[in-house]
């Protein structure tokens, strides 16, 4: 054999053995991926690792004496590593931990509970969730001491994977405002305003797939650790905002209402203390959007105090001057005014077109003293702040609607028409915000709904009251002022809502609902104002959309939800009372009169007197029987739905106890209940009316 065949049958054999490999190589291919496809792909999944994002605890939101309005609270999916307990321990447990599962869930037996896990561990299985549904953590450290599961995490395979569900401890109070974040980070109210804080900071961890779309932690040194979300502070008054819901509520429900909005603000400081807005939904009413922040409503005769506040300052008009209203209508370019009042006021001073809420009267006022320069009236609208938002904390505000002379809208009405609150819309905030300012003094500030966010006790950023406008009229116009608001409820529009205790200054409101381009029959009420008129602290303001009824004016479906607020916090505050008068020293040896009242405050009472006294009750409410020269108390609490008794009670206990039992109350006189109209112990008609005599 030469050596040219030699090579060549070499050559041959070595390509013939890479044919025969390659064959081999495709025959193998073809095997993984037709025949062991399914077998590799599910091993594939099985040993999938990825890093996912780990959720940082959302921090709380407190109202502003500390209670929980939002919080987020551990719930735990339990989960089970079915391969990590020994056999002694798996086959000593197994039982009792299925009856255990079995009940607690209720969702299945304890032989189905035995054979699911008893199959995984057969088969190898690193991770089952026993059940969907979640546990608290309370229930986790119960479960913790079940058999297999005490003995932890590696000892015993139970994984406890904690899910934050964010928890309103007072429920739906103030739901709105609240707010909430979803799971595409939008949202509404506080939560969505100050998410970027309350939210923190999220971690990541290494993951591992387990089965199907199923992921279980795996501890990695390049985790990166969650950072809690940091708590906000609000000026919510927990109290407060529960008796202003329920009002509003309550008035709602009464005139068949569409929506309403109730807010409270502490004068000197801006802190909103209570807001509610309720809609209707099906059958009920829920807090589905702020109307407050958001909604956009002519303001009706409440934005008379902007046109009397402009006339005073601009022109020479004196309050006891006199105008012509005639029969109650005034023609402007074929359009016409008209006030409520049947027939008209005739010839009115300045001062009663106010209090008695004349349209007619603020239209030609306006139009005749700046009907030729409408510019220096909007730049007044502009300089109160009406006219663009007023940069709240919470996002989502509406921007107003008004129109400027000059531009696409604007004609020879819409002056006069803008006079008593027609052809333009603002946000209840903003007209509760003016009202503040003539409170305080002619100082116009920012509402605040948060004061400060912190972590824990140690606060990260304050927020201080912000002046929007130091000055918003002269002191000579804010006393005139002050004197028309508090005209409308001494003789005027609002007088239903006088009281001898304290006096209230403020604003009905009643305007048309515009549909389609033209006025319906449907209506806005509301009612503005401030309280104690001599010295305020709150400022109010409630709007209610389409009563139905008879009664669809400020005064008779808004004011008496204003008066009834302000009556609670009134009887709660002690600062709010005006001093009495001194009266006579006790003479020495005279028994005090001390007949019925709350236990503590009276107890209190007697010791100061040095007066000997005892109980046999532990109730609130008690009536005092004299025994010689000392005093016991007995139990006056009424049961559940009855009338309670409060003869003897001082006028500030009886009309707390009366109107918590939901009773509407009527009085006259002054000092202690000496007679009640209605039985006590008899059964309470919610919203009923109940006479009591005072001496």
Not at 62 to 86: C, E, H, I, M
Not at 185 to 193: R, T
Not at 426 to 435: C, I, M, Q
Not at 513 to 524: D, V
Request: proline share 3%; charged share 25%; net charge positive.
């Amino acid at each position: 054999m030469n050596i040219k065949r030699s090579i060549l049958i070499r050559v041959r054999i070595a390509f013939l053995f890479v044919l025969l490999f390659g064959i081999a190589v495709i025959v193998k291919m073809s095997h993984i991926q037709f025949v062991e496809g399914e077998e590799w792909t599910k091993l594939s999944e099985q040993i999938t690792f990825d890093y996912k994002k780990i959720k940082a605890t959302r921090g709380n939101i407190y109202s502003d004496n500390g209670s929980l309005l939002a919080t987020d609270l551990p719930f735990y999916k339990v989960a089970l590593d079915p391969r990590l307990a020994k056999d002694k321990i798996f086959k000593s447990g197994i039982d009792s931990l299925a009856m255990l599962l079995a009940r607690y869930y209720k969702d299945k037996s304890a032989t189905e509970y035995k054979r699911m896990i008893q199959d995984a561990r057969a088969a190898n299985r690193q991770y089952i969730v026993l059940n969907r549904k979640q546990i608290n953590y309370q229930t986790k450290k119960i479960m913790s001491e079940w058999p297999i599961f005490r003995n932890g995490r590696y000892g015993g395979g139970v994984i406890f994977e904690k899910i934050d569900v964010r928890y309103r401890p007072f429920s739906n109070l103030s739901r709105r405002t609240v707010g909430f974040v979803n799971e595409n980070g939008k949202g509404a109210g506080l939560e969505y305003s100050f998410n970027e804080a309350l939210g923190g900071q999220d971690g990541e961890a290494l993951f591992q797939k387990i089965a199907g779309s199923t992921w279980k932690p795996v501890y990695d040194v390049n985790n990166i650790k969650s950072k809690d979300g940091l708590d906000i502070q609000t000026t919510i008054d927990i109290n407060l905002q529960d008796v202003a819901e329920t009002s509003l509520h309550r008035a709602m429900e009464q005139h068949d209402a569409d929506a309403g909005t109730v807010v409270v603000m502490e004068v000197s400081t801006g802190h909103i203390k209570a807001i509610s807005n309720l809609t209707r939904e099906g059958n009920g009413y829920n807090e589905i959007f702020n109307h407050a922040v958001g909604g956009l409503f002519e303001p009706g005769s409440t934005f008379k105090l902007v046109t009397m506040m402009a006339l005073l300052e601009e022109s020479n008009i004196k309050l006891t001057d006199s105008i012509d209203t005639g029969e109650g209508e005034f023609t402007f370019y074929k359009n016409t005014v008209r006030d409520h009042h049947d027939g008209g006021y005739g010839k009115l001073t300045i001062r009663d077109a106010f209090v008695l809420s004349s349209n007619v009267a603020m239209a030609k006022l306006l139009d005749h003293n700046f009907g030729l320069k409408p510019d220096k009236f909007i730049d007044l609208v502009d300089e109160l702040r009406l006219s663009k938002p007023l940069g709240l904390q919470i996002k989502g505000e509406g921007y107003p609607k008004i129109f400027r002379p000059g531009s696409k809208g604007w004609s020879g009405i819409t002056l006069p028409w803008m006079a008593y609150g027609y052809g333009f819309e603002v946000t209840p905030l903003h007209t509760l915000t003016l009202y503040n300012a003539i409170a305080n003094n002619g100082k116009m500030i920012k509402p605040i709904f948060v004061t400060a966010i912190s972590k824990a006790d140690q606060v990260k950023k304050e927020f201080e009251t912000e002046t929007l406008n130091s000055r918003i009229c002269s002191s000579s116009t804010l006393n005139k002022l002050r004197l028309l608001l508090e005209g409308v409820v001494e003789d005027g529009t609002a007088s239903n809502l006088k009281n001898a205790h304290y006096k209230i200054a403020g604003k009905t409101g009643t305007a048309q609902i515009l549909e389609n381009g033209r006025y319906t029959k449907k209506y806005i009420t509301s009612f503005v104002g401030y309280f104690p008129a001599h010295d305020p602290k709150y400022t109010a303001i409630v709007l209610i959309k389409n009563p139905k009824g008879w009664r669809q004016y400020g005064n008779n479906v808004a004011g008496p939800v204003f008066k009834e607020i302000a009556d609670n916090i009134y009887s709660r505050d002690i600062n709010l009372h005006m001093a009495m008068e001194k009266k006579k020293v006790l003479e020495y040896g005279v028994f005090p009169v001390i007949q019925a009242g709350k236990q503590d405050e009276l107890t209190m009472l007697c010791n100061e007197l040095g007066v000997s006294n005892h109980t046999k009750t532990d109730e609130d409410w008690i009536k005092a029987v004299r025994n010689g020269n000392s005093v016991l108390w007995d139990n006056n609490t009424a049961a559940k739905d009855q009338v309670p008794n409060v003869k003897g009670m001082t006028f500030r206990d009886a009309i707390f106890l009366l109107e918590q039992s939901g009773l509407q109350v009527e009085y006259n006189g002054k000092g202690r209940v000496v007679n009640q109209s209605l039985t006590p112990g008899t059964k309470v008609s919610k919203g009923r009316t109940i006479h009591i005599s005072l001496s």
